[in-house]
T-cell receptor, first 116, second 109 residues
């Protein structure tokens, strides 16, 4: 299957700092990438959908100025959590889809963020 | 509205067979996915059904009935490593996956 990587896998930061998470599709071109957040024992929550070269579409309740998404190429999307607060501590997972009739989403391994 | 209904938790014995049921309601339908998610890890793709019927893939099979809004995941010859959450995720008319909380499967020796 398709491989998606995410970096870093784990990050601890101080409140008020910004954190960037990278998501890469390693062996395919991802026309669409998705960013999810998951709190313990809860379902995946879609934050935003990004298509290469265009602005991300954010889900209701997700602050676009706080969670900056850049889908600069067909293999790379980044999520920047700006001015992080302890309540932003969560498991952030990206997924990628090839498109062109292949609608399967392949997930990265996730990034565990802890804001102190 | 959009809704997914799966049992919260199931327990089965190593070597046995277990069926995880899922009923769903979506705005439009473009197929249904099953994912496996081990604790603390990201989901991994198991299966995709877009037409009615049974899709078999090794020890795992997935069934879909579009008219009933129903799917199940069948796991055979259960192994301890199958202990995980299983997520039923239908895709709506906008090609968005709809996620529920999944079914936590506990395998006992």
């Amino acid at each position: 299957g398709a491989v998606v990587s995410q970096h870093p896998s784990r990050v601890i930061c101080k409140s008020g700092t910004s954190v960037k998470i990278e998501c890469r599709s390693l062996d395919f071109q991802a026309t669409t990438m998705f960013w999810y957040r998951q709190f313990p024992k809860q379902s995946l929550m879609l934050m935003a959908t990004s298509n290469e070269g265009s602005k991300a579409t954010y889900e209701q309740g997700v602050e676009k100025d706080k969670f900056l998404i850049n889908h600069a190429s067909l293999t790379l999307s980044t999520l920047t959590v700006t001015s992080a607060h302890p309540e932003d501590s969560s498991f952030y997972i990206c997924s990628a889809r090839t498109g062109g009739g292949q609608e399967t989403q392949y997930f990265g391994p996730g990034t565990r963020l802890l804001v102190l | 509205g959009q809704n997914i209904d799966q049992p919260t938790e199931m327990t089965a014995t190593e070597g046995a067979i277990v069926q995880i049921n899922c009923t769903y309601q979506t705005s439009g339908f473009n197929g249904l996915f099953w994912y496996q998610q081990h604790a603390g890890e990201a989901p991994t793709f198991l299966s995709y059904n877009v037409l009615d019927g049974l899709e078999e893939k090794g020890r795992f099979s997935s069934f879909l009935s579009r008219s009933k809004g129903y799917s199940y995941l069948l796991l055979k010859e259960l192994q301890m490593k199958d202990s995980a959450s299983y997520l039923c995720a239908p895709m709506d008319s906008n090609y968005q996956l709809i996620w529920g909380a999944g079914t936590k499967l506990i395998i006992k020796p």
